[in-house]
């Protein structure tokens, strides 16, 4: 959108002119305020949780953007999915909470916990139809880049030859089919938790019963096929589960399914006089774990007393459950951006090697030594970072390395 207008309609607010370019467009006329305004009243805030999803309407408009690579586009597909998780399991969380507990002090824009959350339910209905929506659009555009996904009634003969030892060597063996009854209760579904709930019929008898299959997060969600002609084609992991239903449930077939994925709360709240404050946290990282239920979505189709079955048993109430008919875990999208189409990404950036670093021979100390050093990443690279710990890893003067880290990699190398 560089250079571009846009107006935005927001739910929740009146429609505002948006510019990416927003240091070179022009500067918006002064409006007066509308009749009847108090400039003293609650009301000239804006609700700190609707702004935040403001912004995330803004994060998925780049999705949309013909200006951003289409890969990139999907990126901020799957940007604004996590946005939007975090800020139920935590956000959501404790305002539901409040509203629980009787709380009905306004905020300083003047809504309370509950008519905060009211809106916030309207508001993220609307974005996650849109994400579904702008998901159509970008799948529509890959597949005119030959990257395909496909559904289990589009697999080919080669396709399921391929499948059947995929399916045997990386995911049956991650699998636990679970039948739902009396003598088989319903298991515990941790955050981000997504699952595949079935009812299913005995051939030789009729016998019907609800079973559950949680989908394993250890394995990647889009199974990358063979192609030919520098074509990708992906199968959705669940669709791969429904293919192989008779493995798993011997001598039965699906009568119906659906998909649900499941948000806990995970706010935590931490006594700062706690008298031993590593334990505290442990104690409250596990029970953010099992926290209660904040958002319960559902795949369209299921049949009234699956989905009844599923709601019960977590816990939740209308209010807390979306039905979506696509894609649950938009997050997950982010797995369709392969290092095979760097033409449809960013161009590589590389980040630079301070002057000072590159005259000491690359020696951190020397450099600091003549003059503090202040790196601005990424433009800089964090490579100098960790050529500073390992220097100072190795050097007998060193008798302790402190430091604060913030959201490490599994791979990081600190």
Same mark, same amino acid.
Not at 54 to 64: K, Q, Y
Not at 106 to 114: R, W
Not at 188 to 191: A, L, Q, S, W
């Given at each position: ?15 505002? %002119?948006?510019?990416s ?5 022009p500067?918006p @006329?002064p409006?007066?305020?509308p009749e ?5 009243a609650?009301?000239?805030?804006f609700?700190?949780e609707?702004?935040?999803i ?11 953007n013909?200006? &951003?690579?289409?890969? /990139? ?14 800020? !139920?399991?935590?956000?959501v969380?404790?305002?539901? @909470?409040?509203?629980?507990s009787?709380n009905?002090t306004?905020? #300083?824009?003047?809504?309370?916990? !509950?008519e ?9 209905r609307?974005l996650m139809?849109? +994400?579904?929506?702008?998901f159509?659009?970008l ?7 030959? %990257? &395909? ?5 589009a697999?080919? @003969?080669?396709d399921?030859?391929?499948l059947?030892?995929?399916f045997?060597?990386n995911v049956?063996?991650?699998?636990s ?6 003598a088989?209760?319903?298991p515990?579904?941790?955050?981000t938790?997504?699952c595949?709930?079935?009812q ?12 559950l ?5 250890? $394995? ?5 096929l063979?192609g030919e002609?520098g074509? !990708?084609?992906?199968?959705?992991? /669940? ?6 239903l008779?493995a798993l449930?011997?001598?039965?077939s699906?009568?119906?399914?659906c998909?649900?994925r ?5 706010? %935590?709240?931490?006594?700062? /006089?706690?008298?031993d404050?590593?334990?505290?946290? /442990? ?10 239920v &904040? ?5 369209a189709?299921?049949e009234?007393?699956l989905r009844?079955? $599923?709601?019960?048993?977590?816990g939740?109430?209308?209010d807390?459950v979306?039905?979506?008919d696509g894609?649950?875990g %938009?997050?997950?999208v982010k ?6 189409r760097r033409?449809? +990404? ?6 630079r090697v301070p002057e000072?670093?590159q005259?000491?021979?690359g020696?951190m ?6 003059k503090?050093?202040?790196l601005?990443?990424? !433009?800089e690279t964090?490579?100098m970072?960790v050529?500073f710990?390992?220097q100072?890893?190795s050097?007998?003067?060193?008798l302790?390395?402190? +430091?604060t880290?913030?959201? #490490?990699s ?5």
């Open positions: 959108m560089n250079g571009l207008h846009q107006t935005v309609a927001i739910p929740g607010y009146a429609s505002f %002119m948006s510019t370019d927003f240091l070179h467009g500067f @006329e409006i007066d305020p009847g305004f108090d400039p003293a609650p009301g000239r805030f609700n700190r609707l702004s935040w403001a912004f995330n309407w803004r994060v998925l408009e780049e999705a949309s013909p200006r &951003v690579p289409l890969l /990139e586009r999907i990126r901020f597909l799957s940007i604004s999915a996590t946005n939007l998780d975090e800020f !139920y399991t935590v956000r969380a404790g305002l539901r @909470e409040l509203h629980r009787g009905t306004p905020s #300083t824009d003047g809504l309370t916990p !509950y905060q959350l009211t809106k916030i339910n309207e508001n993220a609307q139809m849109l +994400q579904q929506r702008t159509s659009t799948r529509a555009a890959l597949e005119a880049e030959k %990257m &395909v996904i496909l559904d289990r009634k697999l080919t @003969e080669a399921r030859a391929f059947d030892e995929y045997l060597s049956f063996p991650m699998l089919p679970l039948a739902i009854d009396p088989h209760p319903f515990f579904i941790p955050n938790g997504f595949l709930a079935l299913i019929e005995r051939r030789a008898d009729g016998l019907r019963r609800n079973a299959l949680p989908v394993p997060q250890q $394995i990647d969600r889009f199974i990358q063979p002609g074509a !990708y084609r992906f199968l959705p992991l /669940e669709e791969l589960l429904l293919d192989q008779q449930f011997p001598g039965y699906a009568r119906n399914s998909a649900f499941v948000l806990r709360d995970s706010d %935590m709240e931490v006594e700062e /006089e706690a008298e404050l590593v334990r505290e946290f /442990e104690v409250a990282l596990k029970r953010r774990r099992r926290g209660e &904040v958002r319960l979505t559902l795949t189709g299921a009234p007393s009844s079955l $599923i709601m019960d048993e977590l939740v109430n209308a807390e979306i039905v979506l894609l649950l %938009m997050s997950d797995e369709l951006v392969v290092d095979g033409d449809l +990404q960013w161009p590589p950036f590389t980040p000072r670093v005259d000491h021979d020696d100390f020397a450099a600091i030594r003549q503090d050093m202040l601005h990443h990424p !433009y964090f490579d970072v050529r710990l390992n100072a890893a050097d007998p003067n060193v302790a390395i402190k +430091q880290l913030y959201r #490490t599994r791979d990081s190398p600190i």
